[in-house]
């Protein structure tokens, strides 16, 4: 029996029943093997850019008897999935810049889903503002704090989204809608990071590095007010 992490749970519960599902950057196929085991999905494609973890998966899948419902591919995002192939792709654990590369790079593939599942461990603006300009709309969104860390988890669908400031870029439209518990410790966490880059930023007397600088300082101004007026909280 497959055991899945707290993150990793969380995620499965947002993979519709009978869809077949794509991992990408499956690691050792724990989630779709998970999926199948469970008979949640009839079948799921399980992709890895690196060789090694890939031979993992391979041998988790053939221990399991799972070979004849997940395909284990090696190859770099949804390059190697076929077009209507799938209905719903999970990514996770990279960055939001690198998992709006791999939506970018295979629009093909991605105009015949159903949903999204992404997890990006930093940078959740770039995934948010890809999807804003592409006719993707956020229908979820989840903070998962485990092992010291918390994980944003957006899910998306094809349709019209619109935002009422740039600001839930960063905040997360429906993380705020639902006042997550975990919205306000995130953002502490955040900031306390950015906090760091902005005195390294204001030792310097670069016209860049000041832009850089207005910016951020701007950018937590903003997220300070929504956060004081929604929540009722200052951070």
Not at 14 to 39: C, K, N, W
């Amino acid at each position: 029996m497959v055991k899945l992490s707290k993150r990793l749970k969380r995620i499965a519960d947002y993979v519709p029943m009978g869809t077949v599902v794509a991992d990408i950057g499956t690691d050792h196929a724990l989630l779709p093997s998970f999926l199948v085991q469970e008979r949640l999905v009839p079948a799921a494609v399980a992709v890895d850019v690196s060789p090694g973890p890939l031979e993992i998966a391979q041998k988790q899948v053939r221990a399991l008897l799972l070979a004849d419902r997940i395909s284990v591919r090696l190859g770099d995002g949804l390059t190697v999935i076929n077009p209507g192939e799938v209905q719903t792709v999970v990514i996770a654990g990279m960055g939001g810049a690198t998992i709006k590369k791999i939506l970018t790079q295979s629009p093909q593939v991605v105009d015949k889903l159903q949903r999204l599942i992404l997890q990006p461990n930093v940078a959740a603006e770039f995934i948010r503002s890809w999807a804003l300009h592409n006719n993707w709309k956020i229908i979820d969104e989840e903070i998962v704090f485990e092992d010291g860390r918390f994980y944003e988890i957006i899910v998306l669908e094809p349709g019209k989204m619109e935002l009422e400031d740039d600001i839930f870029l960063f905040l997360g439209p429906k993380l705020v809608e639902k006042f997550h518990p975990l919205l306000v410790d995130y953002l502490k966490r955040q900031k306390a990071g950015d906090q760091e880059i902005l005195d390294e930023l204001i030792k310097s007397t670069g016209q860049g590095a000041k832009e850089k600088a207005l910016a951020i300082k701007e950018k937590w101004e903003k997220i300070g007010q929504v956060i004081k007026c929604r929540f009722n909280v200052e951070i």
